[in-house]
């Protein structure tokens, strides 16, 4: 079992920066891929980033890609989301999940393990 609990989230104003944390235990954090997904209000869970497990790859949603870097901390147990340049568009729950596999990053359905979400809105 993996635990996974974001924090980090927030109210920020358009141009505005926050970094997302996820904390995970239960588990050796290092042999999974994880990835952040995020949920606007009636509307389905969306791909944002992913990082490797030993964070050599990253992958990014073309919405987000120049502004957001994902990175992670092994010996932490944790990985990062810092947003740079945010737009109102960026406001949902964002989500991190992990997974042992990585091959399918981009789908909600490769992953097997999910935080509770952390909200974050972005004021125009």
């Known amino acids: 079992q993996v635990q996974l609990v974001e924090s980090g989230g927030g109210l920020v104003k358009a141009g505005g920066s926050l970094r997302l944390s996820c904390a995970a235990s239960g588990t050796t954090f290092s042999t999974y891929a994880m990835g952040w997904f995020r949920q606007a209000p009636a509307k389905e869970r969306v791909f944002v980033a992913a990082i490797s497990w030993r964070g050599i790859s990253t992958h990014y949603a073309d919405s987000v890609k120049g502004r957001f870097t994902i990175s992670r901390d092994n010996a932490k147990n944790t990985v990062y989301l810092q947003m740079n340049s945010l737009k109102p568009e960026d406001t949902a729950v964002y989500y991190c999940?992990?997974?042992?596999?990585?091959?399918?990053?981009?789908?909600?359905?490769?992953?097997?393990?999910w935080g509770q979400g952390t909200q974050v809105t972005v004021s125009s």
């Open positions: 999940a992990a997974t042992p596999y990585g091959s399918r990053w981009y789908s909600p359905q490769e992953y097997d393990y």
